[in-house]
């Protein structure tokens, strides 16, 4: 089965383009791009319109609630509202209940996602038992039952001996480790980011030097033990430095950050809507311009929507108490459009962050828009306006900061393996 999509804008993050052609599709693998991309034997045609096409976002950080929290996301309702948002590659997190620690829970995972999701699904594991930071899992057989890295999530490994073995043992099966930089005891109890604004709240707050000190605290046991690592959401400029000399003195180490924290800020807590409360907490504009040009340069690596889903009742409490996180996947994509659309950000940097960095850090021949690379893709209308209603998102949980606000950019299919999996109404 052969498709030419014609009359598309193509956008190459590699190549770090955008060109208008044709893109031809072979067995789900992209044979042709651009003039090389002959119609002559096509069996399907799809004119793109002059829309943009490009590489399925690759998202890593997703949460799943099953086991144990199903009523608040399957792999189904990920799967689909993945889709719907152009996110072809979907790469979860282990903070399930019971945590993903065992090679048979990730097995079940693996075999329950293949079933029911219409995207690529890829399981990270826990790094230590239970997410406690006391003990290491069994890296080896959690690795070979398709483990795509190791991370605790927001659950600091606190004894640095136990960090510094489970990245010593890591670098020894080639392992990637993810973290999340913070201060546990600074961060302990905060639901805003210190400063004036969260004192005239009267909410509890972390000073951003707790990510600095986390992230340095971790760079140093990186440099110890020479592990693959990567800081899963970095979101203040206090940290920035640290990052940059690591990657300057070759260690392997890479970044991400989240959509929320590079299109929202503090000032958004202000009337106490707890669908803003994230985790780490929003930061200072500063921050936030200051995260935009980390992305734009590189020294972040990836953009993530860091999909988070909460029932009702855990929400619906006072802000302090109510819990952290929003989804995200079918609203990444609108999001960034808000940063191409302030001239912040270019397509092909955006695509850079959301689809070829992570394949690449994760070993995945995705992400491109280039012959022999996997037929995963979107299109999209970058122009779209539409008003955010978060009771049509396809995710059971609603929970997203968006709700009611005037966005950009709506998804008109996404293809994996060349098959089309989601197709605009």
Same mark, same amino acid.
Not at 64 to 68: K, L, N
Not at 225 to 230: E, L, Q
Not at 358 to 368: D, K, Q, S, V
């Given at each position: 089965?052969?498709?030419? #999509? /014609?009359?598309?804008?193509?956008? !190459?993050?590699?190549?770090?383009?955008?060109? /208008?052609?044709?893109?031809?599709? $072979?067995?789900?693998?992209?044979?042709?791009?651009?003039?090389? *991309?002959?119609?002559?034997?096509? !069996?399907?045609?799809?004119?793109?319109q002059g829309k943009c096409l490009a590489p399925g976002i690759i998202d890593i950080g997703v949460k799943?609630? $099953?086991?144990?929290e199903r009523h608040k996301e399957s792999y189904r309702t990920a799967g689909l509202a993945a889709a719907a948002g152009g996110v072809t590659t979907m790469v979860t997190r282990p903070d399930t209940t019971p945590a993903m620690d065992t090679p048979e829970a990730l097995s079940f995972a693996n075999r329950r996602a293949s079933e029911v999701a219409p995207v690529n699904v890829l399981q990270m594991a826990a790094? /230590?038992?239970?997410? !406690? +930071?006391?003990?290491?899992? $069994?890296? +080896?057989?959690?690795? !070979?039952?398709?483990?795509v890295g190791f991370t605790d999530c927001d659950h600091v490994i606190r004894d640095p001996k136990v960090f510094s073995r489970a990245l010593t043992y890591a670098r020894s099966l080639n392992a990637l480790v993810m973290a999340h930089p913070q201060e546990p005891d600074l961060s302990k109890g905060a639901a805003v980011t210190s400063g004036k604004f969260a004192s005239l709240r009267g909410l509890p707050g972390v000073s951003p030097m707790a990510e @600095?000190?986390? #992230?340095? @605290?971790?760079?140093?046991?990186?440099?110890?033990?020479?592990?693959?690592?990567? *800081?899963?959401?970095?979101? /203040?400029?206090?940290?920035?430095? *640290?990052?940059?000399r690591a990657k300057e003195a070759g260690l392997d180490v890479t970044a991400g950050t989240s959509i929320h924290h590079l299109t929202l800020n503090e000032f958004d807590v202000d009337d106490y809507r707890t669908f803003f409360k994230l985790k780490p907490p929003l930061r200072s504009e500063d921050d936030r311009k200051a995260m935009i040009a980390a992305v734009a340069s590189g020294l972040i690596d990836t953009l993530s929507s860091f999909h988070t889903p909460q029932d009702e009742e855990s929400k619906r409490l006072p802000y302090e108490e109510a819990?952290?996180?929003?989804?995200?996947?079918?609203?990444?994509?609108?999001?960034?459009?808000?940063?191409?659309?302030?001239?912040? #950000?270019?397509?092909p940097q955006l695509w850079r962050a959301m689809s070829l960095a992570?394949?690449?850090?994760? +070993?995945?021949?995705? +992400?491109?828009l280039t012959a022999g690379a996997p037929a995963d893709l979107v299109l999209f209308d970058p122009d779209a306006p539409f008003v955010m209603d978060r009771f049509r998102l396809r995710s059971k949980s609603k929970n997203t900061p968006y709700d009611g606000a005037r966005m950009q950019g709506k998804v008109l299919m996404s293809f994996v393996a060349g098959q089309p999996v989601f197709q605009k109404d």
């Open positions: 089965m052969k498709t030419l #999509l /014609t009359n598309a804008r193509l956008i !190459d993050p590699e190549a770090g383009t955008e060109t /208008t052609g044709s893109l031809l599709i $072979e067995d789900g693998i992209i044979t042709a791009v651009g003039s090389e *991309a002959d119609p002559h034997g096509a !069996d399907k045609q799809i004119d793109c799943i609630g $099953e086991p144990g790094l /230590t038992k239970g997410r !406690d +930071g006391r003990e290491m899992v $069994e890296m +080896g057989f959690m690795k !070979d039952a398709g483990a @600095r000190m986390g #992230l340095e @605290r971790d760079l140093a046991l990186v440099e110890m033990s020479k592990a693959r690592y990567h *800081a899963d959401c970095l979101s /203040t400029s206090a940290a920035l430095p *640290a990052l940059k819990a952290s996180g929003a989804v995200g996947l079918e609203t990444l994509l609108p999001a960034a459009m808000r940063l191409y659309h302030s001239g912040d #950000l270019t397509l992570p394949a690449r850090r994760l +070993g995945l021949a995705a +992400g491109r």
